[in-house]
């Protein structure tokens, strides 16, 4: 089992900056894969970044590139999105998803069987 916990989401302008964490309630997990999704109203869930807890390999959604950074802390189980540029495009409750092993392709989000509550982020012109 795998429990997660978002924070960290708000109000900001555009052009300003945020950090997300998600901490995960796991001991150890060495083939642990982690992932942030968002959901904007009316709109389906769409991937934005995803890391390897073993490897730290990173991979982005392409209009999120440059300006968000992915990051874990494995010693408190946690993985950060640093979001910066923030555009109102950006607005939407953000998911931190994981799964044990691999999840296949990483972008589709009914592959991940952890799911975290949500936090909102929105961003203001």
């Known amino acids: 089992q795998m429990q997660l916990e978002e924070s960290g989401g708000g109000l ?16 150890t997990c060495n083939n642990c894969v982690m ?20 490897s730290g390999g990173t991979y982005y959604k392409d209009s999120v590139k440059g300006r968000f950074t992915i990051s874990r802390d494995n010693a408190k189980n946690t993985v950060y999105l640093q979001m910066n540029s923030l555009k109102p495009e ?23 069987n952890y799911w975290g509550q949500g936090t909102q982020v929105t961003v203001s012109s």
Do not use: M
Request: charged share 15%; net charge positive; hydrophobic share 35%.
């Open 12 to 27: 900001v302008q555009a052009g300003g900056s945020l950090r997300l964490s998600c901490v995960a309630s796991i001991r």
């Open 35 to 54: 992932s942030w999704f968002r959901q904007a109203p009316g709109k389906e869930r769409e991937f934005v970044a995803h890391i390897s807890w073993s």
């Open 90 to 112: 950006d607005t939407a409750v953000y998911y931190c998803a994981g799964n044990f092993g691999g999840v296949g392709r990483i972008t589709t989000p009914a592959n991940y």
